[in-house]
């Protein structure tokens, strides 16, 4: 994930990355560095998720999680 793209989603749920970081145990400027990448690790992205209390879906930006087909035998 592109982290302009991740930085977007973080302040239009409401949050200044400072707040982030807080939450994520790190300094804001360690934060930005990693979110200056080009590809974001999932693993980062997944702890944003939770320390924004929302969905990694949300910040993929993909509507709703896929729907796993039932198993037929």
Do not use: C, H, W
């Not at 400072?18 to 934060?31: D, M």
């Not at 080009?38 to 320390?51: C, H, N, R, S, T």
């Not at 209390?53 to 993909?62: E, G, R, V």
């Amino acid at each position: 994930m592109d982290g302009n793209l991740l930085k977007s989603k973080i302040i239009d749920a409401g949050f200044e990355l400072a707040e982030v970081a807080r939450r994520l145990s790190t300094s804001p400027q360690n934060l930005q560095n990693k979110l200056n990448s080009q590809d974001v690790k999932v693993g980062l992205v997944k702890e944003i998720a939770k320390a924004i209390n929302k969905s990694i879906y949300y910040l993929l930006d993909i509507e709703d999680p896929p729907i796993t087909p039932p198993i037929v035998t």
